[in-house]
């Protein structure tokens, strides 16, 4: 029995972020830039933050306990990483190429706590809703009707939006080379 994978229609979208995958110049480009850490002893890298990310989305449908059966083309769980890292950057820098007001980006990025959790990497269940996410904003069919209420449903709601917002501005700074 085949495994069947799903894959954003890259027709269909403008976004060159669709195509992305990690490849080793781009492997090699973050592996030499640390990221702000609380702990003194930390090598941490953005390299290991892409594949923490990249990892904890694929076990989301590869792992033990996944969440639905059809897994995603491997590009997109990089893609995920790669995205995470830049929410994690961008919310540091409080800038954004979208052309929003730099107030409107101060109040809506994440604050300092959720900055350290991204660059710390996945801990435990709270982060599932950052690939849950990420999962409807490809269109993956198990992911589009999430079934949240009350508090859980602004979170998610929230998470979209900024998840959407880093791969738009992602997207817009790579087309102009300035990643």
């Not at 508090?151 to 990643?179: C, G, P």
Request: hydrophobic share 35%.
């Amino acid at each position: 029995m085949a495994i069947e994978f799903y894959r954003i229609a890259t027709k269909n979208t403008s976004f060159d972020m669709m195509h992305y995958r990690y490849n080793e110049k781009e492997r090699l480009f973050h592996i030499l830039k640390s990221v702000p850490s609380q702990s003194a002893d930390s090598k941490r890298t953005e390299d290991s933050v892409i594949q923490d990310w990249t990892e904890f989305a694929a076990d989301a449908l590869k792992g033990k306990f996944k969440e639905h059966s059809m897994e995603c083309w491997v590009g997109h769980y990089e893609q995920f990483g790669r995205v995470m890292l830049h929410l994690a950057n961008m919310s540091l820098a409080k800038q954004c190429a979208l052309g929003f007001s730099q107030s409107f980006i101060e109040n809506i990025l994440l604050d300092d706590e959720s900055i350290s959790a991204i660059y710390d990497g996945p801990s435990g269940t709270e982060e599932r809703c950052y690939y849950r996410c990420w999962f409807s904003l490809i269109g993956h069919p198990g992911f589009l009707r999430e079934s949240v209420t009350g508090m859980e449903a602004i979170k998610y709601s929230y998470t979209k939006f900024v998840l959407n917002i880093a791969l738009q501005d992602l997207d817009l700074k790579r087309r102009r080379n300035l990643i």
